[in-house]
């Protein structure tokens, strides 16, 4: 069965470090992983999708990358700023289907 | 464009009492997905509608729980005789066809006192 793991579950950094977010799975077996962010009530958006076959993806400041075969991830934001505060999710999909498996996240404060 | 919706946005309730959660879709998008969201918890899947079909139940935690989706569009989620490990967020996402990109609605915040 496959469980996603992130640590820590809480991370304060001063505004300007750059940080890393970390993802691990049991199974390598994946077909893509991705990153959401989650602000306060207002839901899930997608950050990045990174398909099985890739190392990593990139979206302005922020990169993530993935090793398969040693079940992790890493989600790394550059010149953090206050409004990258949230929470940080990774999910995995088995297979092409829908199905997303969760990390219970990392909760993120950038203090200006 | 509008995203996805969904309504109430907080629900108390009683021990025992009925709720129904709604989710309003984007307009076009085919697939449509219900997940719970308990405290310190990753997203729990539930149910998962291609058009008003939900080819997988499988994620609904007990005969309690049912969800059904009309015209390809809005869906309620109905928990029956609700319990205190009920309370949760519950999210609702829709996806275009073929699509791995899901849209988030806002949630429900459901307490069960």
């Known amino acids: 069965k496959q469980e996603v793991t992130q640590i820590p579950a809480a991370l304060s950094v001063p505004e300007g470090e750059n940080l890393v977010l970390n993802c691990s799975f049991t199974?390598?077996?994946?077909?893509?992983l991705q990153w959401f962010r989650q602000d306060p009530g207002k839901g899930l958006t997608s950050l990045l999708l990174?398909?099985?076959s890739q190392r990593e993806q990139t979206s302005g400041r922020l990169n993530a990358s993935l090793d398969k075969s040693s079940g992790r991830s890493t989600l790394y934001i550059a010149a953090s700023q206050p409004g990258d505060s949230a929470t940080y999710l990774c999910?995995?999909?088995?297979?092409?289907?829908?199905?997303?498996?969760w990390g219970a996240g990392t909760k993120l404060i950038i203090k200006p | 464009g509008a995203g996805v919706s969904q309504s109430p946005s907080n629900k108390v309730t009683e021990k025992g009492k009925d709720v129904e959660l709604r989710c309003d879709p984007i307009s076009g998008h085919t697939a449509l997905y219900w997940y719970r969201q308990s405290l310190g918890q990753g997203l729990e899947f539930l149910i998962y509608?291609?058009?008003?079909?939900?080819?997988?139940k499988s994620g609904l935690p007990s005969d309690r729980f049912s969800a059904e989706r009309t015209g390809g569009s809005v869906s309620t989620l109905t928990i029956q005789r609700t319990q205190q490990e009920d309370s949760a967020v519950y999210l609702c996402a829709s996806s275009p066809w073929h699509s791995y990109e899901q849209y988030f609605g806002p949630g429900t915040r459901l307490t069960v006192t």
């Open positions: 999910a995995v999909r088995k297979d092409s289907n829908y199905q997303l498996i």
């Open positions: 199974d390598s077996a994946i077909y893509n």
């Open positions: 990174i398909q099985s």
């Open positions: 509608f291609q058009g008003n079909s939900a080819p997988d």
